[in-house]
């Protein structure tokens, strides 16, 4: 796959008009929508479809895996309510282009992804664009536990419930998103760690993602 490594006003401008449909669309978090226009979201696509960068829409990156909608990644990252400093663990970590939002907000990130082959291409990607996050191949659906607890937990994988081991790696006070449902749509359900044995959990919108697969998940 050839990256497009050049970022001009031409994908600059186009970041422009991206920020200003999620706007419209109802993200309002300022911290959020500089970082949705600032990451060079073409890079991740094969430079013959470039011009689909900017839409927003999820786009195939191989492997049966989608580089997920803007809107999406705008939605879950604003749940999140990143503090910079903030230890963060992303399951699924697909193209990368969540992982470098989350970085731009200051999160260290903790990253996981099933599949070899994107897991490979992505350790690439994203160190030549400048951002280091801290990678691992496995089964997201059992977390990191290693490196536990987290501030913050987020799924860009649809899930049939939520798994108990990710509960038990949040920190006391620390939030997970999660989309949760069937293999058709999910609701996006936020989850809060009040104490050591209480969650308040929010059921908020319905998304499509491709499902978590793992022990603990389909």
Same mark, same amino acid.
């Given at each position: ?35 949705? &226009? ?57 193209? &990368? ?32 664009? &400048? ?42 006070? &620390? ?44």
């Amino acid at each position: 796959m050839a990256y497009k490594f050049v970022d001009n006003y031409r994908e600059k401008g186009a970041r422009k008009k991206l920020v200003e449909i999620l706007k419209e669309r109802g993200i309002s978090d300022a911290k959020v929508l500089r970082a949705i &226009g600032k990451v060079p979201r073409h890079f991740f696509f094969d430079e013959t479809f470039w011009n689909q960068a900017y839409r927003d829409i999820a786009f195939p990156i191989g492997d049966g895996q989608t580089i997920s909608q803007p809107y999406t990644v705008a939605y879950q990252t604003e749940l999140l309510h990143i503090q910079k400093g903030d230890k963060v663990l992303e399951i699924g970590t697909g193209s &990368g282009y969540q992982t470098c939002i989350l970085m731009e907000l200051g999160a260290e990130v903790y990253t996981i992804e099933r599949q070899a082959n994107i897991y490979n291409r992505t350790i690439k990607v994203l160190p030549g664009m &400048g951002y280091k996050a801290n990678f691992f191949l496995g089964d997201g659906s059992k977390g990191i536990e290693a490196h536990a607890p987290y501030a913050k937990i987020i799924v860009t994988a649809g899930a049939p419930f939520v798994p108990e081991i990710l509960l038990k790696q949040l920190k006391i006070g &620390g939030i997970l998103v999660i989309p949760v449902g069937d293999e058709k749509s999910q609701k996006m359900i936020t989850v809060i760690r009040v104490s050591e044995n209480e969650y308040d959990r929010i059921e908020l919108d319905t998304f499509r993602f491709v499902p978590l697969v793992g022990d603990q998940a389909w």
